[in-house]
């Protein structure tokens, strides 16, 4: 029997992470819930088929879209997956979502792979998602965090570049693999986007 998908997220789960976009709205960042299945699939219908292909490389159902991002593949304490969600709401709305995978054969380097809605692309959703995913990384010994962008993507590789992090690129065909440097957190910078408020330890 697979684990429960949101083992892993656990000792994070009371360490809610709060940030704002660029026009100041506010924004939380949590782990996956169990109950998070009817936000996920709300957030995945909300997504255009170009964000999705983005993302996934191909074609998806909306259901596979949820299931990946709920965390349906067998799971263990080396896989974290958040969601960002508006704040200061009665129904919050799931925003953004974002994981990573350690690697099996460098305990110091993980895969991420993040997804944004439509609707908030471009705003510093992303980079909030970036902030708080290397700072969970950290805690687990994770130095560097390695993304594969389809080169049409230039949204996800503005906010690799923009984050603040120090990262390099190489290009294989028509994919970018993007690696990066997580050991310290940017300091705060208006031209790296915005900053998480919530407090969590380094």
Do not use: K
Not at 19 to 34: A, E, M, Q, S
Not at 79 to 97: C, D, F, M, Q
Not at 138 to 156: D, H, K, P, S
């Amino acid at each position: 029997m697979s684990e429960d998908p949101t083992v892993a997220n656990r000792e994070f789960d009371e360490e809610v992470l709060y940030g704002g976009l660029r026009d100041g709205t506010p924004v939380r960042l949590r782990t996956v819930r169990p109950g998070d299945r009817a936000g996920v699939l709300a957030f995945v219908r909300r997504l255009s088929i170009d964000s999705l292909e983005l993302r996934f490389f191909s074609a998806v159902s909306l259901e596979s879209a949820a299931d990946e991002v709920l965390g349906s593949r067998p799971t263990g304490p080396e896989r974290v997956s958040l969601v960002a969600e508006t704040a200061g709401a009665s129904s919050p709305e799931i925003i953004g979502h974002a994981e990573f995978v350690r690697s099996p054969v460098d305990e110091e380097r993980a895969e991420a792979a993040f997804l944004i809605a439509d609707a908030f692309q471009g705003r510093g959703a992303g980079t909030l998602l970036l902030r708080a995913l290397a700072r969970v990384a950290r805690r687990r010994g994770i130095r560097r965090l390695e993304a594969v962008v389809l080169g049409e993507n230039q949204c996800m590789l503005d906010m690799f570049t923009g984050a603040g992090y120090p990262h390099s690129t190489r290009w294989l065909g028509s994919e970018a693999h993007v690696e990066i440097d997580i050991d310290r957190e940017p300091p705060i910078d208006a031209r790296w986007g915005p900053n998480l408020t919530g407090a969590a330890s380094t």
